[in-house]
């Protein structure tokens, strides 16, 4: 089944610098979401993006969306410490369920 | 707070037990979800309800089954655990398959 792919796979970036991770799709989507997976936990919601947006904003969250390249990005900016985790990109296959990329490791160094 | 909660941190079984993975969500949501993941694989969609008694084979269901006999609880079953299914089971909650999704905070099953 389709599936986002998030690229990189491994992000490693000093305190304050922006974090940026990408994401892409294969097939038409509804909307497309941003998670993030603290080490062991579930997975937070950050952000929904419809397919007729372009950017939204939340917070020092930045996400765009490009549906003629079938890809998304997400901006961390000023980043933190507490920012270190993985992030999942998920995008809506049909009207009935979420796909899951793999993910990307972020850490945020002192 | 909404909140989405499993039964169990971890959890140990033998090879051949019957396992029950239980989540309750307190958001009156009519969606639930049941996935694994893996290293390597990222989250897998085992089993997902659209309402009270009914259910839809995700990705994964094979060795799985799974009961919501009530519209705030979301059972997984493992009718026979195997080694193959060590992992950690997220349970999720969503007032519309499209909308975003609330997790539970995750149950690491080791199989024996």
């Known amino acids: 089944s389709q599936q986002g792919e998030e690229d990189p796979q491994a992000l490693s970036i000093q305190e304050g610098e922006n974090a940026t991770m990408n994401c892409s799709y294969k097939?038409?989507?509804?909307?497309l979401q941003w998670y993030r997976q603290n080490s062991g936990r579930g997975l937070v919601h950050l952000i929904l993006i419809r397919s007729n947006e372009r950017e939204k904003h939340s917070g020092r969250l930045r996400v765009t969306l490009d549906t003629s390249k079938k890809s998304s990005s997400l901006l961390i900016t000023a980043s933190r410490a507490a920012d270190t985790a993985s992030y999942f990109c998920?995008?809506?296959?049909?009207?009935?369920?979420?796909?899951f990329g793999q993910g990307t490791r972020l850490t945020i160094n002192p | 707070d909404v909140k989405v909660t499993q039964s169990s941190r971890y959890l140990v079984k033998r090879t051949g037990e019957k396992v029950f993975l239980e989540c309750v969500q307190d958001m009156d949501h009519e969606n639930m979800f049941w996935y694994r993941q893996d290293p390597g694989l990222g989250l897998r969609l085992i089993y997902f309800?659209?309402?009270?008694?009914?259910?839809e084979k995700g990705d994964i269901p094979e060795g799985y089954s799974v009961s919501r006999e009530k519209k705030e609880r979301f059972s997984l079953i493992l009718e026979s655990a195997s080694t193959n299914q060590t992992s950690m089971y997220l349970c999720a909650s969503s007032r519309a398959p499209n909308n975003e999704q609330f997790f539970g905070p995750g149950t690491r099953l080791t199989v024996l």
């Open positions: 309800s659209y309402d009270v008694k009914m259910k």
């Open positions: 097939t038409s989507i509804n909307n």
């Open positions: 998920a995008t809506v296959e049909g009207a009935q369920k979420l796909v």
